[in-house]
């Protein structure tokens, strides 16, 4: 049963473009989400994350939106940049489990220049 | 870099045998969890230490057990190693079990043969 999932497993952007990366679960415990970026041979690096009580939040070129009606976050991207391809991590922890992380399955994000 | 240091990177070893990966959080970060990766089952949760002491357990096997010593550093044990543990095992840390985001060790890839 996966409560955080990523449908889309690649997406290709034009550099100077958005990328828009989606991510849905199913727990309605959830109230943390995170989204992590990863490189080959390396661990998750976080990225931005977003409380449930919020429904925005930035970080310079980054952008996550929850819609928690929906149960659906995603991450914008702008200017999409070469340095960003990598792949992307949907995860989200709720207070009644010790934080531990949930993770989708990832997105494989490639900008090309 | 994270701060979250994993030790070995790799680890080629042979089914049945016993090993040892070790894991040094961030400074100041009093919990600690562990992950694994595997080409089937993405990034699980396997189990999280806080300042000594267990806190939750995910997808964790009976064959796998973990500790955290008084200077903060984690090892994971996996013995009686099985062809299917054969993954990415990630560690990482916070500054404690409320804590939000957590921060990810490089990893250490065990190849089991």
Known sequence: DQQVKQNSPSLSVQEGRISILNCDYTNSMFDYFLWYKKYPAEGPTFLISISSIKDKNEDGRFTVFLNKSAKHLSLHIVPSQPGDSAVYFCAASSSGSARQLTFGSGTQLTVLP | ?113
């Open chain 2, 1 to 113: 870099d994270s701060g979250v240091t994993q030790t070995p990177k790799h680890l080629i070893t042979a089914t049945g045998q016993r090993v040892t990966l070790r894991c040094s959080p961030r400074s100041g970060d009093l919990s600690v969890y562990w992950y694994q990766q595997s080409l089937d089952q993405g990034l699980q949760f396997l189990i999280q230490y806080y300042n000594g002491e267990e806190r939750a357990k995910g997808n964790i096997l009976e064959r796998f057990s973990a500790q955290q010593f008084p200077d903060l550093h984690s090892e994971l044990n996996l013995s009686s190693l099985e062809l299917g543990d054969s993954a990415l095992y990630f560690c990482a840390s916070s500054v404690a079990t409320w804590a939000n985001e957590q921060f990810f060790g490089p990893g250490t890839r065990l190849t089991v043969l």
